[in-house]
């Protein structure tokens, strides 16, 4: 077992700045590769960012492409999202998922609560 906890959101300003943390309990010393997910209210949970257990190779979605930067630390079991020029669109609850490298969310096995990113005009 995996269990995803999420922190770091908030509210900013549109074009400001947040970085959410992702840290994995459970089952120490074992990286999983790992995403970062969000839904807006109404609408459908939607692929922002993933990243390999090694950390070498990251994906984006087209709509945060060259905003949002995806990291991690295996020695803290923790995965960052580094989220820059936030707009009022990325309001959402953000949530981190372990288990795979996908855009699906139906191919992660584990996910945290999601912690809340509002974007002010």
């Known amino acids: 077992q995996v269990h995803p906890v999420e922190s770091g959101g908030g509210l900013v300003q549109a074009g400001g700045s947040l970085r959410l943390s992702c840290a994995t309990s459970g089952r120490t010393g074992t990286s999983y590769p790992m995403g970062w997910f969000r839904q807006a209210p109404g609408k459908e949970r939607e692929f922002v960012a993933a990243?390999?257990?090694?950390?070498?190779?990251?994906y984006y979605a087209d709509s945060v492409k060259g905003r949002f930067t995806i990291s991690r630390d295996n020695a803290k079991n923790t995965v960052y999202l580094q989220m820059n020029s936030l707009k009022p669109e990325d309001t959402a609850a953000y949530y981190c998922?372990?288990?795979?490298?996908?855009?699906?969310?139906?191919?992660?096995?584990?996910w945290g609560q999601g912690t809340q990113v509002t974007v002010s005009s």
């Open positions: 998922a372990a288990g795979a490298v996908s855009s699906s969310e139906w191919d992660y096995g584990y």
């Open positions: 990243i390999t257990w090694s950390g070498f190779s990251t």
